[in-house]
Every structure is written in C-alpha cells, then in structure tokens.
C-alpha cells in the first residue's frame, strides 16, 4: 500500500507541472497532451479507489457496491474526513467517465482538477495515519 501511496505522490508532481506548464489552448491542439492528462488523472484516480477497497476489505469494514462506496465507508470508519470523502466520490464517478465515455470528456473540466490536486494528496495523509 505504500509503494501504492509513494506512486500517487510522483503522479501529482508530474501532474503538478503538467498544470503548470500547458494551457487548454495546447490541449485543444496536441491529442498527445490530452492523452498524458487523461492517464494521469485515471491513474491516480485508480490509485486512490485501490487503496480504499483494499482497506475497507483488508479490516472488513463493510460490503462496498461500488468505488464511491468504498470512500463513504472510510469516512463512516474515520479514516477520512467527510468533505474530502464526498470530493473524491465525484473523481471516482470520473474515473468511471474517463474509462467509458473518453470521447465526451469535458477538456475544461480536467484542467479544474488539476486545482484540486490537494485533495489526492490530502487522501494520502489521512490513510497514511491508519497504516
């Protein structure tokens, strides 16, 4: 699970600087550089719902039916606050669109992500004080 966390924490850097360095305008014009956004994102994404499954499997703290079940049943569990439990729901429900549906991804849409890198981060403090 660390090695897991160690991953997340190289992904936000890289995706640190991918914020930045490149604007929608490149984006719009370079597939290449949509492509680099999109794993980015779906792999830290990943990361975090891997972690949190295992965890609420690992100490059976419950039947999840869902990735968005597996981070509300953290935060019921306290090992994450409620606010960053709900935010990161709506990056799983993400996850699922950039999986499924990458044709239709909102490209403004994963650039405002990129504001919120903080809230990976901060999921990897809260789950790190339980290990």
Not at 58 to 69: E, F, G, Q, V
Not at 101 to 113: A, P, T, V, W
């Amino acid at each position: 699970m660390l090695e897991r966390l160690n991953q997340l924490e190289v992904n936000l850097l890289e995706l640190e600087k991918f914020k930045k360095k490149y604007t929608l305008n490149d984006l719009n014009d370079e597939l290449q550089l949509q492509w680099s956004l999109r794993y980015g994102l779906l792999e830290s994404i990943q990361i975090i719902i891997d972690i949190a499954c295992h965890i609420v499997s690992k100490y059976n703290l419950a039947n999840p039916k869902s990735y968005s079940d597996c981070l509300r049943i953290l935060a019921k569990e306290k090992y994450l606050s409620n606010s960053l439990s709900e935010r990161l729901e709506g990056m799983a429900g993400l996850r699922n669109l950039l999986v499924h549906e990458y044709f239709e991804i909102d490209l403004i849409r994963l650039l405002r992500l990129l504001d919120n890198l903080d809230d990976l981060r901060n999921f990897s403090h809260e789950v790190k004080e339980h290990l």
